[in-house]
């Protein structure tokens, strides 16, 4: 049972659903660091897409089962390769047969942890769930390969709580309320943050939705004005 979508879930709670034009976005918080992971399923199509099966199986099948009664999870993308957020990879990959991708620069990593086989990402490409459309962000930093996804909405829009071409960024660990992940040390973090303004900032809106791997989320406009604190305090 899924609740409005405000941007915040309750561990262990039940999940929360937003209703867009194109798709259904889904939101539970799992595992004991709280990990978000996020379901996206295509209302034509019924076809869905996992970001993060960070752990709690059993939780992200019925997660699964409550977003489509048609088609079968087909996609589970990884943001990054810490281990809060592949626990549940394997279990979930055996029980749909989703195929696993991650970033180029963290897929060995991952399939050397969960012994799943897991494909490669590349930044600017596009993955389809049914008729919708996700881009591959890069963001170096967190890890070597951590990704983001972004959806646009359509360009018209019908139903309650959409926004003609707003962006939806799915961002990992690499974005949050009040700053960039954490990073290990001077160059990872200066890496960090020029990915995150010239490909995130520099080209989506303020009314840009920021679903993060951990906790609320926020909005690029929201964000926008601490750019510059961020990078004079170096995290």
């Given at each position: 049972?899924?609740?409005?979508?405000?941007?915040?879930?309750?561990?262990?709670?039940?999940?929360?659903?937003?209703?867009?034009?194109?798709?259904?976005?889904?939101?539970?918080?799992v595992g004991p660091m709280d990990n978000n992971a996020y379901l996206i399923t295509?209302?034509?199509?019924?076809?869905?897409?996992?970001?993060d099966a960070a752990a709690d199986p059993?939780?992200?099948?019925?997660?699964?089962?409550e977003g489509s009664s048609g088609a079968a999870l087909s996609t589970v993308v990884t943001t990054h390769r810490?281990?809060?957020?592949?626990?549940?990879?394997?279990?979930?990959?055996?029980?749909?047969?989703?195929?696993?991708?991650?970033g180029a620069a963290d897929a060995e990593a991952i399939i050397a942890a969960t012994r799943v086989p897991?494909?490669?990402?590349?930044?600017?490409?596009?993955?389809?769930?049914?008729?919708?459309?996700?881009?591959?962000?890069a963001l170096r930093g967190h890890t070597p390969g951590s990704v983001a996804?972004?959806?646009?909405?359509?360009?018209?829009?019908?139903?309650?709580?959409a926004v003609a071409g707003r962006v939806h960024l799915f961002t990992g660990d690499s974005?949050?309320?009040?700053?960039?992940?954490k990073t290990a040390g001077p160059e990872e973090f200066t890496s960090l943050m020029d990915d995150l303004e010239a490909r995130v900032f520099d080209r989506f809106g303020d009314d840009t939705w920021v679903y993060p791997g951990h906790g609320r989320d926020t909005?690029?406009?929201?964000?926008?004005?601490?750019?510059?604190?961020?990078?004079?305090?170096g995290w």
């Open positions: 049972m899924t609740t409005d979508y405000t941007g915040d879930v309750s561990p262990g709670g039940p999940p929360a659903v937003r209703h867009l034009d194109e798709v259904d976005v889904r939101k539970a918080s295509c209302h034509r199509s019924g076809e869905q897409l996992l970001i059993d939780a992200l099948l019925s997660l699964v089962r810490h281990p809060d957020h592949t626990g549940a990879l394997a279990a979930i990959v055996a029980v749909t047969g989703a195929t696993a991708l991650a897991v494909d490669a990402l590349e930044s600017g490409q596009v993955l389809t769930v049914g008729h919708a459309a996700l881009e591959v962000v996804l972004a959806y646009r909405e359509p360009a018209e829009v019908s139903s309650d709580g974005l949050f309320p009040g700053g960039p992940g909005t690029l406009g929201t964000e926008r004005s601490s750019l510059g604190k961020w990078r004079a305090r």
